[in-house]
């Protein structure tokens, strides 16, 4: 894969299936923690701008391109022949990984950590009925609020006993990107995804934008009409400071 930098996040110019095969090489090894990511506007930003989140960001082995807006940056430094066609984009990564590794229970196995306890059955009684002879092995909904002292412990050993080499890891953002980081050296061997909002989009508890708004790169508009509240201020401000800092790259260049 050809790595190139996006204000300062090295971005994959990927597909799904070199992603997927990358993925299911790693998770194979057995012999540390990978991490991967599948970036945004938001994620490209909050690196830039901020230094903890961009330190850990940086310690991820894969970095996809989630979003159009990074498509289109990636694009505009490839050659014709090298040119995306489409994003990497987290929710679909994690269908197509699950999809791969169906069938092969004894080689790949899951662990879903994070978001509510409701969530996680939902989550594991959808894709069992999707992806018949999928190895889900053990899911962990961590306590609201400020963790206990011993909680990586308690999370490390279910991953361990579990045997899990594919671990989906919904913390939201920079929460999950930030804890994959901060224990990668100690996390057992594996495949960690922060995948975000992915669990509750495949849960049935948030509706994905339709295909073609994903497609224009408009993704980010329908989920602030869907949540103004919670998402304006966060797509307004780092949508604005990954423009700004993309043109000012592209200026100093």
């Known amino acids: 894969m050809k790595i190139i930098p996006i204000i300062g996040l090295p971005v994959a110019a990927t597909s799904y299936a070199e992603a997927v095969d990358w993925i299911l090489t790693q998770a194979a090894r057995h012999d540390r923690a990978y991490a991967v990511e599948a970036a945004n506007t938001h994620v490209a930003a909050l690196a830039r701008t901020d230094r903890n989140f961009g330190e850990a960001i940086h310690q991820f082995d894969l970095i996809c391109p989630d979003g ?10 490839l050659g014709p022949a090298e040119k995306l066609t489409d994003r990497v984009y987290g929710p679909t990564l994690m269908l197509e990984t699950l999809s791969a590794t169906a069938g092969q229970p004894d080689r790949f ?13 939902k989550l594991t009684a959808h894709f069992a009925d999707r992806f018949p002879h999928l190895a889900i092995v053990g899911s ?7 963790w206990p002292e011993n909680e990586f412990d308690t999370i490390a050993g279910k991953i361990r006993s579990s045997g899990a080499n594919l671990i989906w890891v919904g913390l939201g953002c920079p929460k999950q990107e930030l804890w994959i980081a901060a224990h990668k050296d100690r996390l057992p061997a594996g ?6 909002a992915a669990f509750a989009f495949h ?3 948030v509706r994905q934008a339709p295909p073609l708004i994903q497609k224009f790169g408009m ?5 602030v009409a869907m949540e103004p509240r919670r998402l304006f201020k966060r797509y307004f401000t780092y949508n604005s400071l990954f423009i700004y800092h ?3 790259d592209r200026i100093s260049r």
């Open 219 to 223: 993704e980010w508009a329908y989920r």
């Open 68 to 77: 159009m807006p990074l498509v289109w940056a990636l694009n505009s430094q």
């Open 203 to 205: 849960a049935g508890e």
């Open 246 to 248: 993309l043109l000012r």
């Open 191 to 196: 495949v960690y995804f922060g995948i975000g």
């Open 140 to 146: 962990h909904s961590p306590p609201f609020g400020e």
């Open 109 to 121: 196995k899951h662990f879903l950590l994070g978001g509510k306890q409701s969530t996680l059955d």
